[in-house]
């Protein structure tokens, strides 16, 4: 509880320089008031603003229509295709990636996709043209996506298989009985056994949908640019901490927040409408 409310609660007090012209050398308490002269940059529309708008939210819908499945589907396809000596092994493999940081997981990508890496060295040695991925500014999106999925699809996928295991195995021998194909009952045995973890997990990330990976992001900015990689969390990296403009970029922090905050609401509310619990009851 400590560790929360001092990383977690206490820097929210930190959004009051969003209605500041904030000064690091005077402070909080003393930087001069401006209203929401900051949130200027939302309303007119700035076009470094309205860019990073974009990517983060295509990038969004990208990570929610394939990344978010991908663990449903690794998950079902180990419990139902799989051994269990052979699904530990899977999962021991799968589940390595997500220990490493994305400092090690961008240079892994570096060493396989980059112009001098292990493909593209093949690819000369046979006299094939290389393929220009690492710092291709139209194959960036794929380039995140990928990376997402290596190293964080195998750790998901832990909640959904915990949650398959409790199924009763009885459904699907009465499944068989009726002549259902293994098809079908992943559609009517196993998917609506996971319906109420899945339904749960989406709403936790629409709140968290506009977070699209900041530090994996700024790590391959420089080499793609701004025009392709900038999302709202390195829009209030670059032109807070490194241009200075605190209170503007705490106003995009702020809104950002605003708007998960509504999603997460929104979601929740809906879920209850189709008989779910949701995250919480009310």
């Known amino acids: 509880m400590l560790i929360i409310l001092a990383f977690q609660y206490y820097p929210l007090y930190g959004n009051i320089i969003a209605f500041q012209d904030f000064q690091p050398y005077l402070g909080i308490s003393k930087s001069l008031w401006n209203g929401v002269e900051n949130f200027a940059v939302i309303v ?5 603003f309205l860019n990073a708008v974009k990517n983060t939210l295509i990038l969004t819908l990208i990570q929610t229509v394939i990344v978010f499945p991908a663990p449903i589907i690794v998950a079902i396809t180990l419990h139902t295709l799989m051994s269990n000596r052979m699904r530990q092994l899977v999962q021991s493999i799968l589940y390595l990636p997500h220990f490493m940081s994305w400092v090690i997981v961008v240079a892994v990508f570096q060493q396989v996709l980059g112009g001098t890496g292990m493909i593209n060295n093949w690819l000369r040695s046979h006299g094939l043209d290389p393929i220009h991925v690492i710092g291709n500014a139209h194959a960036f999106r794929g380039l995140l996506t990928s990376e ?9 996928t832990i909640l959904f298989l915990a949650v398959l295991s409790q199924i009763d195995r009885s459904l699907y021998e009465a499944s068989a009985v009726d002549g259902a194909s293994r098809w079908k009952q992943i559609v009517h045995v196993t998917l ?3 319906k109420q973890i899945i339904i749960l997990l989406l709403i936790l990330r629409l709140g968290d949908s506009l977070s699209v990976g900041f ?3 700024i790590l391959q900015q420089p080499a793609v640019g701004r025009d392709a990689s900038e999302v709202l969390d390195t829009y209030v990296y670059n032109n807070g901490i490194l241009g200075g403009a605190w209170g503007v970029s705490a106003a995009v922090g702020l809104v950002k927040g605003v708007i998960g905050l509504g999603l997460v609401l929104g979601a929740n509310k809906l879920a209850h409408r189709l008989g779910e619990e949701g995250i919480y009851r009310g």
Request: aromatic residues 10%.
């Open 44 to 48: 007119n529309g700035d076009p470094e």
């Open 148 to 156: 997402v999925i290596w190293k964080d699809t195998g750790w998901a």
């Open 192 to 194: 609506p056994g996971l």
């Open 215 to 217: 530090e994996q992001i």
